[in-house]
Structures are given as C-alpha cells and as structure tokens.
C-alpha cells in the first residue's frame, strides 16, 4: 500500500486539506527527484511508507502542536514536511548543508501552500534562534549531534519535556553509551505494523 491511504490508516482524523496535501506529495517528490535526487530512485515508489510515514513516526510519540521545530540535516524534507503538514500550527526550521536540497525542499512546501515551514542552506551551528524539539533522520552519530544542536534548544521551564527527536536503526547501545545523558528509545513497530519498521527507532533525548 504505498500510497497516502497507508497514512490515513494511521491517522485517520486528516482534514480534508492534509489528506489532499498528503496525496499531492508523492507526486511531487517524484516529479522533483526526476531534476533533483534527493531520494534513492529504488525508495521513489516507496516514499509513503519508507520516508513519509517514517518522518509521521514522531508524531505518534510527542505532539509537536504550537510547537519550534528545527530539522537538521533535512536532505529532501524529512522529517520535517511530513510533520509540517500534521501540525499546520507548529512551526518548523528545515536546515541542510546542500542547497539544492533546501531548493526541493522549499518548491513542495511552496506547492503544498505550507506557511509554516523555513528552509535554509546553512549547517545547524549557524541557524539562529531557540527551539522546543530538534528532530533527525540518521544524520550522524549521536554524540556529534548534540554538539552541534545543543546550544538551540530552550529549556528553560523543565516541564516542557523539551529535547531532540531522532529516527534511528539498528542496534544504538554503543553510539549512545557515547553521549553520557539520559535517553529514551522506542521501536517504531510499536506504532506500525509494516515490516520495514521491525528495526527502526525513536530516541529521545530530553534537555
């Protein structure tokens, strides 16, 4: 079912406009990745359930309403346009270091009519302002991550259960021995049932 019926199937409350919005983004992203490769042209005919519904995973562990969002590292727009479109009162900072990427990414939110979305070619160190969540997609190891995107998350009242969100796979124990703080980690298959999702994972690391 690799089609936007595989994300009703999960979130099945869409407004009529996010299911268009949904149904409009596979379309894009293959017409763009015909001029721009931003996603492997073997995972093109599986973007719903391998990019778009991943990128949604975080939206099944922590609502991201009224919230700043930063992604980095965004390649093509994921997480963020996924979790863009759930959360029309959110707001979200895509963040690459390629700019033809952040062009991709800037054209499908412009399409989909997204004003809730900045894109900027610049690497996390140099984006300017305070965030509730910084959210990933495998972008490096954790420990390099948090130095760059420390100094951007507020965390000034400790009940707002501020931190990063990355997607990850695979068995993490070492990597995230590295870090030396708390985390949190779930498998996506609690949320899907699909077997792409058997070892994928959400770890948290609040601030």
């Known amino acids: 079912m690799d089609s936007s019926s595989i994300v009703e199937k999960y979130f099945p409350t ?7 919005q949904f149904q409009d983004l596979g379309t ?11 996603i492997s042209r073997k995972d093109i005919d ?10 949604l995973s975080i939206a099944k562990f922590q609502d991201l309403s ?10 093509g727009g994921f997480p963020g346009i996924p979790l863009a479109i ?20 800037q ?50 009242n400790p009940n707002d259960n501020c931190g990063i969100i990355a997607l990850k796979g695979g068995d993490l124990e070492d990597e995230m021995a590295e870090i030396k703080r708390m985390y949190q980690e779930v498998a996506i298959s609690d949320y899907f049932s699909e077997p792409f999702y058997t070892t994928k994972k959400i770890v948290f690391i609040p601030f």
Do not use: C
């Not at 869409?14 to 268009?20: N, P, R, S």
């Not at 973007?47 to 778009?52: D, G, N, P, Q, V």
């Not at 009224?66 to 390649?75: F, H, M, N, P, S």
């Not at 759930?86 to 991709?104: E, M, N, R, Y």
């Open 14 to 20: 869409l407004t009529t406009q996010q299911k268009a």
């Open 28 to 38: 894009l992203y293959a017409e763009w990745n015909e001029k721009i490769n931003v």
């Open 46 to 55: 599986n973007i719903y359930e391998k990019h778009i519904l991943h990128a």
């Open 66 to 75: 009224g919230k700043k969002i930063l992604d980095v590292g965004t390649g």
């Open 86 to 105: 759930l959360f029309p009162d959110a707001h979200f900072t895509l963040v690459d270091s390629i700019g033809k990427k952040i062009k991709v990414v």
């Open 107 to 156: 054209a499908i939110s412009d399409a989909l009519g997204l004003e809730n979305v900045e894109a900027y070619h610049q690497r996390a160190e140099k984006t300017k302002g305070k965030f509730d969540f910084v959210v990933s997609r495998a972008v490096t190891r954790m420990k390099s991550f948090v130095n760059w995107v420390n100094q951007k998350i507020q965390s000034d």
